[in-house]
């Protein structure tokens, strides 16, 4: 079993950066992939960046690549998601997930409660 808990969450303007962590207990995340999903109200749950078991690999979706950074810390059990260029677009929960396969959001199996970002305009 994993626990997975997000932080940094909050209130930005448009063209600012946060940065997410997903901090994980339980078991170590070095043996799962980890992807960060958002979800906004009304709508449904979306990929937004995973990054595979070694950290070799990064998978964007389209509206976020060359804005958003997901990286690992294995020794740290984290997992970040650097957001740049922030759009009130991005508004939304922001969901780190565990043991998954890239951008399928219903083969992850460990979710952790979200953090909300909202970006103001």
């Known amino acids: 079993q994993v626990q997975l808990v997000e932080s940094g969450g909050g209130l930005v303007q448009a063209g600012g950066s946060l940065r997410l962590s997903c901090a994980a207990s339980g078991r170590t995340l070095n043996s799962y992939n980890v992807g960060w999903f958002r979800q906004a109200p009304g709508k449904e749950r979306e990929f937004v960046a995973a990054i595979n078991w070694s950290g070799s690999r990064t998978y964007y979706a389209d509206s976020v690549k060359g804005r958003f950074t997901i990286s690992r810390d294995d020794a740290k059990s984290m997992v970040y998601l650097q957001m740049d260029s922030l759009k009130p677009e991005d508004t939304a929960v922001y969901y780190c997930?565990?043991?998954?396969?890239?951008?399928?959001?219903?083969?992850?199996?460990?979710w952790g409660q979200g953090t909300q970002v909202t970006v103001s305009s």
């Open positions: 997930a565990a043991g998954g396969t890239d951008r399928i959001v219903k083969s992850y199996g460990y």
